[in-house]
T-cell receptor, first 116, second 113 residues
Framework: NAGVTQTPKFQVLKTGQSMTLQCAQD?????MYWYRQDPGMGLRLIYY???????DKGEVPNGYNVSRLNKREFSLRLESAAPSQTSVYFC???????????????FGPGTRLTVT | TQLLEQSPQFLSIQEGENLTVYCNSS?????LQWYRQEPGEGPVLLVT?????EVKKLKRLTFQFGDARKDSSLHITAAQPGDTGLYLC?????????????FGTGTRLKVLA
């Protein structure tokens, strides 16, 4: 049981290049998330997928696209990378174990992206 | 727009000291979570509070949800070097209709031996 996996772990891009960040979970979770983490900003939601085939914008969606390929996989694509997208990207999924009106989020180890 | 403010942003203390971290908002949340993040890893859930005024304890960590469900605090008693990390609060806005969590700005704690 690997939990949430992300690839790659590190990436350096030049301005204007494109790339896709991959995320997969093996916990049979319905909902998945993409966040970015910048110093002093905590985690900010980029996109959210409540279930297979559905996606919804978060707080900072500009410059990104997502694809919920199936229940397990949720990818994040940067079509034309910009230096402002230098960040650490985390994928997460929600457990089925309910605590009141909230669910535990399980996070992947992150992808450290630098755009020069 | 960041709806959850955490304070302090940085905290460096000696082993054995007590500390409190605050998570404040003008919005009401149906629940609030606290996570701890180690360098190079993703956040890991510590606790979820869902009822106004609720207090939960996890060994030396005490979590409280404000009566109006707009704020929360994390108190650590007799801090140890193993408590070092980034502490994040995350709230689920009331009546949001989705599971889009709002994360706080984070508190970076360093406990010196």
């Amino acid at each position: 049981n690997a939990g949430v996996t992300q690839t790659p772990k590190f990436q350096v891009l030049k301005t204007g290049q494109s790339m896709t960040l991959q995320c997969a979970q093996d916990m049979n979770h319905n909902s998945m998330y993409w966040y970015r983490q910048d110093p002093g900003m905590g985690l900010r939601l980029i996109y959210y997928s409540a279930s297979e085939g559905t996606t919804d914008k978060g707080e900072v969606p500009n410059g990104y696209n997502v694809s919920r390929l199936n229940k397990r996989e949720f990818s994040l694509r940067l079509e034309s990378a910009a230096p402002s997208q230098t960040s650490v990207y985390f994928c997460a999924s929600i457990s089925g174990r309910r605590a009141g009106s909230s669910y535990e989020q399980y996070f992947g180890p992150g992808t450290r992206l630098t755009v020069t | 727009t960041q709806l959850l403010e955490q304070s302090p942003q940085f905290l460096s203390i000696q082993e054995g000291e007590n500390l409190t971290v605050y998570c404040n908002s003008s919005s009401v949340f149906s629940s609030l979570q606290w996570y701890r993040q180690e360098p190079g890893e993703g956040p890991v859930l510590l606790v979820t509070v869902v009822t106004g005024g609720e207090v939960k304890k996890l060994k030396r960590l005490t979590f409280q949800f404000g009566d109006a469900r707009k704020d929360s605090s994390l108190h650590i008693t007799a801090a140890q070097p193993g408590d070092t990390g980034l502490y994040l609060c995350a709230g689920l806005p009331r009546f949001s209709g989705t599971y889009k969590y709002i994360f706080g700005t984070g508190t970076r704690l360093k406990v010196l031996a």
